[in-house]
C-alpha cells in the first residue's frame, strides 16, 4: 500500500521510506513518525469467535488534525 499511494505522489505523512522528499520539504503538522492508525480492528480469533479492538486517536494525531483544520 505505502509504494502505491507513493505511486501516485499521496505518501503516509512521515513515510521516511516513501516520502522522505516530502518530509525534507515540509512538516507542518509536527510528527516525528509514520502517521498510521487503526482506530477500530475486527478479527477472527483461531477458535472462530470474533474479537473487536478499539484504541483511541493518539494524541499527537489530534494535534496533527487541529493543524490541517486552522
Known amino acids: 500500500m505505502r509504494v502505491h499511494l507513493r ?3 499521496r505518501p503516509i505523512v512521515g513515510d521516511e521510506l516513501y516520502a522522505e522528499y516530502k518530509i525534507k520539504s515540509s512538516n507542518n503538522l509536527e510528527l516525528d513518525r509514520l502517521a498510521l492508525h487503526s482506530h477500530v480492528l475486527d ?7 470474533r474479537q473487536r479492538f478499539i484504541a483511541p486517536l493518539p494524541h499527537d494525531f489530534e494535534l496533527a488534525a487541529e493543524r490541517i483544520a486552522e
Do not use: G, K, V
Request: without cysteine; proline residues 10%; hydrophobic residues 40%.
Open 7 to 9: 505511486a501516485i505522489d
Open 43 to 49: 478479527i477472527t480469533l483461531p477458535n472462530e469467535q
